[in-house]
């Protein structure tokens, strides 16, 4: 048995079908479920981009080698320059590049395409 049971129609122009669909693609969610969910009040945002996946993945990585080197620094009580030295160069090369992509993007970042 279906879990709704209650058809509504709804009238819509051109340009509401239009943002209709870019909405709901930009959340990932179907056209019903983008309506019912602004129905229910709730806040919904859009799916991450590639970009900003690819960041997560890079700053995941970036906290792993930390945590490497802490569980070493710990065991020997100092920690070593070349460590230090690589910490410093990945994490600098990281915010330079997150500013680069993210920061020059203009309008088209805040969904004003």
Known sequence: M????IKKQLWINQ???NLLKLKSKKTGLSESEFLRS????YKIKEQPTKE???????????AN????????????GYVQSDELEYL????NKFIL???RKV???????YGNN
Do not use: H, L, V
């Open 2 to 5: 279906r879990k709704r049971t």
């Open 15 to 17: 340009d509401e079908d």
């Open 38 to 41: 602004c129905i229910k009040g």
């Open 52 to 62: 900003i996946r690819e960041f997560t993945k890079q700053i995941s990585g970036i």
């Open 65 to 76: 080698n930390i945590n490497q080197i802490a569980i070493r620094t710990n065991i020997r």
């Open 88 to 91: 410093k160069n990945t994490i």
């Open 97 to 99: 590049e997150f500013q």
């Open 103 to 109: 920061y020059s993007r203009g309008d088209e970042f």
